[in-house]
């Protein structure tokens, strides 16, 4: 089994900050591509940024300059993480944002692997 969990999610004001975390974990051979989507009701879901484990980095040109990306790909893959620090947050920021993980493990040898999502609101 894989788990993707999320935390770090909020309400906050127009210029603050947040910080994301993701922690991918269980039977996994290896970790791919680590990063963040959002999505707002009636809108697709929208890629925000993700990195692979090869270090190629993708910012979705919305938050380029204000959100930054981090990964952790496990020597071991028992854990692999992605963070997004989020700076200067503006009401086209909120969304459910979820994290997602493309993996190798014991079950499929490419797949993706979502979290339960975590709300930003950014609101005065």
């Known amino acids: 089994q894989v788990q993707v969990v999320e935390s770090g999610g909020g309400l906050v004001q127009p210029g603050e900050s947040l910080r994301l975390s993701c922690t991918a974990s269980g039977s996994i051979y290896s970790a791919k591509v680590m990063g963040w989507y959002r999505q707002v009701p009636g809108k697709p879901r929208e890629q925000v940024a993700n990195?692979?484990?090869?270090?190629?980095?993708?910012?979705?040109?919305s938050v380029k300059g204000r959100f930054t990306i981090s990964t952790t790909f496990s020597r071991d893959n028992l854990k692999n993480t992605v963070d997004l620090q989020m700076l200067d947050l503006q009401p086209d920021d909120t969304a459910v944002y979820y994290c997602k993980a493309t993996l190798a493990t014991t079950e499929h040898p490419h797949w993706d692997y979502w979290g339960q999502g975590t709300q930003v609101t950014v609101s005065s």
């Open positions: 990195r692979t484990r090869d270090g190629i980095t993708y910012y979705a040109d």
